[in-house]
T-cell receptor, first 108, second 116 residues
Framework: RKEVEQDPGPFNVPEGATVAFNCTYSNSASQSFFWYRQDCRKEPKLLMSVYSSGNEDGRFTAQLNRASQYISLLIRDSKLSDSATYLCVVKVDNDMRFGAGTRLTVKP | EAGVVQSPRYKIIEKKQPVAFWCNPISGHNTLYWYLQNLGQGPELLIRYENEEAVDDSQLPKDRFSAERLKGVDSTLKIQPAELGDSAVYLC??????????????FGEGSRLTVL
């Protein structure tokens, strides 16, 4: 079983749609959680950290459920510019472990 | 401020040849990572340095891969000899440290290796 698992997608949604990505992790001792964004043929960049209380940044909302070892990312009112791969990242033993990513394409 | 700099951006070699990648992290970042990324996959950790010390190299295939970070700044990742399966993007990243909550990794643009 992979340490961090994501639905690979792809998700193809129209502009304005709401889309949700899920991620599960296997190590209960995981320390911190993040979502990174990676554009095609570019390097990953931090989108947002994920806190136990849930957190929001504009159209993006992240949730963490430690009991279920589950992380989610919700994108509201999707824009064309949201098209990218979204990587779930878990910090384990001070190492950052990446999921395989979920690919999102937002269409006009 | 300059970001993480990697070179070369692209490298094409024949199998069994050696190859080296170089990384210059963001100034002041004491933690440096090398990741490997295959098409359609997330980055996979190869090695992590805290200053000049390799604190996690458990995923580094030591029979053919080696890395160093002399003086705790620049780092080099070497493959010798390269195999067809080594074709991938090699990403270098740096961060301020590993304190809980310190989660932002800054990545370089990567070195894309093609082994023929």
């Amino acid at each position: 079983r992979k340490e961090v698992e994501q639905d690979p997608g792809p998700f193809n949604v129209p502009e304005g749609a709401t889309v949700a990505f899920n991620c599960t992790y296997s190590n209960s001792a995981s320390q911190s959680f993040f979502w990174y964004r990676q554009d095609c043929r570019k390097e990953p960049k931090l989108l947002m950290s994920v806190y136990s209380s849930g957190n929001e940044d504009g159209r993006f909302t992240a949730q963490l459920n430690r009991a279920s070892q589950y992380i989610s990312l919700l994108i509201r009112d999707s824009k064309l510019s949201d098209s990218a791969t979204y990587l779930c990242v878990v910090k384990v033993d001070n190492d950052m472990r990446f999921g395989a990513g979920t690919r999102l394409t937002v269409k006009p | 401020e300059a970001g993480v700099v990697q070179s070369p951006r692209y490298k094409i070699i024949e199998k069994k040849q050696p190859v080296a990648f170089w990384c210059n992290p963001i100034s002041g970042h004491n933690t440096l990572y090398w990741y490997l990324q295959n098409l359609g996959q997330g980055p996979e950790l190869l090695i992590r340095y805290e200053n000049e010390e390799a604190v996690d190299d458990s995923q580094l295939p030591k029979d053919r891969f080696s890395a160093e970070r002399l003086k705790g700044v620049d780092s080099t990742l070497k493959i010798q000899p390269a195999e067809l399966g080594d074709s991938a993007v090699y990403l270098c990243a740096s961060s301020w440290g590993v304190a809980i909550g310190a989660g932002e990794l800054f990545f370089g643009e990567g070195s894309r290796l093609t082994v023929l």
